[in-house]
């Protein structure tokens, strides 16, 4: 195999206010063969079951130290079962004041191991270079269920007692409020009014007949809308979402032609329905949009599409927003108030269409089309020899520059920074094989696994993956390179998915316009940006002018707060924090999590997150849910006797069938959930 013959240098750019991502350290391993082999140990069931008992102390307030369990290195996930929040705590004394902070009543109060699959049992396996022991958990806390996974390794430093490296705990569903699915299924007879047929009762609901109101308000019918949607509805939270395309699909029906998705199917699936056997590997863009309109009507989900949100105002008090909708129904305007105690922005991965400020004269151009990425389709017809301009070189620039190629257009790519280049076979191997493929396991246990993973552990991981994927593409990237196209690898290596979670983009997969490159078929232009637009074509920085008939900005997204700016204005914009890009911790910033404002969430995935980061909706929704249940959605007048009797004292009460005056108070516990939700 060839070896990299150019130096491929990191791309560290992030988010204005994201902290860079530290690298995790992996545990010292001893050098003179001391290290007991994995393969020799007498059970790996029973050193799991040890730390198990072990860690079930530690979380039960006795004496068992931090340090006993986690080595100086560990790393604890936690989505949360411990806060109303994601959080990743480095090393045992940090671990120890996290778990002394977590409230009593509501925390981790047991832990089990997991082995309901065969691909479950604790196994001895490889972590990059070390060797540790893996586990499925099963996670309980005081109000709900989850899962989780530990990895074990030997402490040089205490003996070789097996201690925890990363543990990952995640909360599934609320006690109480399980979703309605497999045994919970509606038998089908249900129906709230006699003579009522199935449709009949679905239209009334959705058409918010009498004085119902959703509780959820989602902005956006893209796969985030469509998949939280889906997972509050097993909720039984009722939800409405808004779109102002005229089709279900159209997010994606509407783009250019030639778009298929860079990401393989095993990776994509969409929760509680999943992609058939026979789909392809690699998905049409209007294959996707017909799924996601069966998808909507197989979930039974409610989406208004033509209409948009055109006021907004936050109520305080009553903990709501007043919104008005305008709909267009036969071209006819409708408006409509609605009372949403939630919104949920899930308008798509980033923002607006990112024009750069700095281009100047965008309005003088006479030539046949100047247009965002996001606005085009497809090339002219007939347009053999007309000269594209495509700025811009990730996946829609280099997609879009082959569609004009194969239209017969002379192309000009202009490249201004580096990009990150990998082949999708590349990609699929280095970093899903195995875990996303045909012989991996069912895609909700991928996604422990792989979410198992805290995200310095990930990018140390990933910094030698990148180098041996860099490696197996290096002829590509060679070639590239002598053609002046320039190539990096990410944050400091770590590849194309730190680069994603980093900045939201600046990377190609590659499914044929590289060659192109490097045959010369499309030309590159690097390192300058475009100074002004001219009436026929643009003008460099270094003040070369290139001719054009048809100019394509692929220049990304603005951030999700300027979405929300243009849809709730400066107040509510001002207020929600930055999107995207990590917290000191290395979780993502806002994404999924309290954004600033109350009763005001981002959530969002393009192509790569309609796989895991979408499927894990199901922790997304949990967060607002349950930040609901612990703070805001306890009534004033119940803020008291929560004090009190303390959250277990208080759920105790609310599950008595009692006629006393204190539970009469409460309400009843079928209708806990709209109690929190409406208070």
């Not at 009763?599 to 909706?617: A, H, K, P």
Request: hydrophobic share 35%; aromatic share 8%.
């Amino acid at each position: 195999m060839a070896t990299t013959a150019i130096p491929i240098v990191p791309s560290n750019t992030v988010l204005p206010g994201s902290h860079p991502l530290r690298t995790a350290q992996f545990p010292a391993t001893p050098s003179d063969g001391s290290r007991p082999l994995l393969k020799s140990l007498p059970s790996v069931k029973d050193i799991v079951s040890g730390w198990i008992s072990s860690a079930n102390g530690l979380l039960s307030a006795t004496q068992t130290p931090s340090s006993a369990l986690f080595v100086k290195e560990a790393y604890w996930r936690d989505l949360l079962c411990m806060t109303w929040d994601f959080r990743t705590i480095q090393g045992p004394q940090r671990i120890a004041d996290f778990i002394a902070a977590s409230s009593p009543d509501h925390r981790i109060c047991h832990v089990s191991l997991d082995e309901s699959a065969d691909y479950k049992v604790p196994k001895a396996t490889q972590l990059g270079d070390i060797q540790v022991i893996q586990a499925f958990l099963h996670v309980e806390t005081y109000t709900g269920r989850g899962r989780g996974l530990v990895r074990l390794v030997p402490d040089i430093g205490d003996g070789s007692s097996w201690k925890a490296y990363t543990l990952f705990t995640s909360l599934e569903e609320l006690k109480g409020h399980e979703e309605k699915i497999h045994t919970r299924r509606p038998t089908g007879h249900e129906a709230e009014e006699a003579n009522t047929d199935w449709k009949t009762q679905l239209n009334k609901q959705h058409n918010y007949e009498g004085a119902q109101q959703p509780t959820v308000l989602i902005i956006g019918a893209g796969q985030s809308g469509l998949t939280v949607a889906a997972r509050l509805k097993q909720l039984n939270v009722d939800t409405v979402i808004i779109d102002q395309n005229s089709c279900i699909g159209d997010n994606w029906r509407n783009r250019y032609r030639q778009l298929v998705l860079h990401d393989s199917v095993w990776y994509d699936h969409m929760p509680y329905l999943h992609f058939p056997p026979n789909w392809p590997v690699f998905t049409p863009k209007d294959k996707l949009a017909d799924w996601f309109s069966y998808y909507t009507g197989a979930l039974e989900l409610n989406v208004w599409m033509r209409t948009t949100l055109t006021s907004s105002r936050w109520d305080e008090d009553a903990r709501q927003w007043t919104v008005t909708l305008t709909s267009l129904k036969n071209d006819v305007r409708e408006d409509r108030i609605v009372h949403p105690r939630h919104i949920i922005l899930a308008t798509g991965l980033a923002g607006e269409p990112h024009v750069p400020a700095d281009i100047t004269g965008i309005g003088s151009f006479e030539g046949d089309r100047l247009v965002h990425s996001s606005r085009f389709t497809e090339p002219s017809k007939n347009a053999k020899g007309k000269r594209a301009v495509i700025v811009g070189s990730c996946n829609s620039g280099h997609d879009i520059a082959r569609d004009y190629y194969d239209h017969g257009y002379s192309v000009t790519m202009v490249q201004r920074s580096s990009t990150l280049v990998l082949t999708s076979e590349t990609l699929i191997d280095g970093t899903m094989k195995g875990l996303y493929a045909e012989d991996g396991p069912p895609v909700d246990d991928a996604d422990i696994i792989n979410m198992s993973l805290p995200n310095p552990v990930a990018k140390a991981l990933q910094i030698d993956a990148t180098t041996n994927m860099m490696r197996r593409d290096s002829g590509l990237l060679c070639g590239l390179d002598a053609a002046g196209f320039k190539v990096d690898s990410g944050p400091d290596g770590a590849g194309l998915f730190m680069k994603f979670l980093c900045r939201g983009g600046g990377y190609y997969i590659d499914t044929g316009a590289s060659q192109l490159i490097i045959d010369g078929k499309i030309k590159i232009i690097q390192g300058q940006g475009v100074k002004a637009i001219q009436a026929h074509g643009l003008l460099l920085e270094d003040g070369t002018a290139i001719e054009a008939d048809e100019i394509v900005l692929a220049t990304g997204y603005q951030s999700m707060r300027e979405t929300a700016r243009k849809i709730f204005g400066e107040e509510v914009a001002e207020s929600v924090n930055d999107v995207w890009g990590f917290d000191t911790e290395g979780e993502t910033r806002t994404i999924w999590r309290r954004s600033g404002h109350p009763g005001l969430w981002f959530f969002g995935g393009g192509d790569y997150n309609v796989c895991e980061l979408v499927r894990f909706v199901r922790y997304f929704p949990m967060s607002a849910l349950l930040y609901r249940i612990r703070g805001l959605a306890l009534n004033r007048k119940m803020l008291g006797i929560a004090k009190h009797l303390g959250w277990r004292g208080l759920n105790k009460v609310m599950t008595r069938q009692s006629s006393s005056t204190l539970s009469d108070r409460l309400p009843n516990p079928k209708d806990w959930k709209c109690w929190y939700f409406s208070n």
